[in-house]
């Protein structure tokens, strides 16, 4: 079936690098996907990868993807507290299948 | 372009009553989505449209509800008797066919009373 898995809170200190975690089912998945969510607000499309790479980056952001393991993590280099939100993974099977979000709150 | 908007952002609504929500999606997207988040939750997939024809609808999406987008271009979502289990913000995307990248409204939170 289908499932993506994530942990639920991080915390780390604002100049620090954060890393969340994320493991997915489908095989099939050709995108791979980061949304972040603040509060009250829907949810903005931060990075994704293409299930043939391995890693990709864009500025703060490094995306890796280990096929074997069916494992997505997202790096977010220089963390800030501007980042402080929900970051959710996302496999595509033609529709978008979530993670429960993971919580990352940096603090000073 | 401004982006997915979604009316109302919120309603209020008491059990039993109908509630209508509408998506206006990215301009010449032809793909559009409509997902429900509950707190604490990821969003899950309700139905998607392809133009103005509906593609796939989840069994999440019982009877009471329904989606409609008649000229491929905004969606309205309806949902009919509603009950407290629906309280949550219902969320719609948009996408070009072909690039898969998804793009989201600020979403509607229904509240159930």
């Known amino acids: 079936g289908e499932d993506v898995e994530q942990s639920l809170f991080l915390s780390v200190r604002e100049g620090d690098s954060s890393v969340i975690n994320c493991t997915y089912t489908d095989s099939s998945s050709t995108y791979l996907y980061w949304y972040k969510q603040e509060p009250g607000a829907g949810l903005q499309l931060l990075t994704y990868?293409?299930?043939?790479?391995d890693m990709k980056q864009d500025q703060r952001l490094t995306v890796l993807l280990n096929k074997k393991d069916k494992h997505l993590s997202l790096r977010i280099a220089d963390t800030q507290t501007g980042d402080s939100a929900i970051y959710f993974c996302?496999?595509?099977?033609?529709?978008?299948?979530f993670g429960t979000g993971t919580r990352l709150q940096v603090f000073p | 372009d401004t982006g997915v908007s979604q009316n109302p952002r919120h309603k209020i609504t008491k059990r039993g009553q109908n509630v209508t929500f509408r998506c206006d999606p990215i301009?010449?997207?032809?793909?559009l989505y409509w997902y429900r988040q509950t707190l604490g939750q990821g969003p899950e997939f309700l139905t998607y449209?392809?133009?103005?024809?509906?593609?796939?609808k989840s069994r999440l999406l019982s009877d009471r509800f329904s989606a409609e987008r008649p000229k491929g271009s905004f969606s309205t979502l309806e949902i009919q008797r509603t009950e407290q289990g629906d309280s949550a913000m219902y969320l719609c995307a948009s996408s070009l066919l072909g690039t898969d990248e998804q793009y989201f409204g600020p979403g509607t939170r229904l509240t159930v009373t």
């Open positions: 996302a496999e595509n099977t033609d529709k978008l299948i």
């Open positions: 990868i293409f299930s043939n790479m």
């Open positions: 449209f392809q133009n103005e024809a509906q593609l796939e």
């Open positions: 301009s010449e997207h032809n793909r």
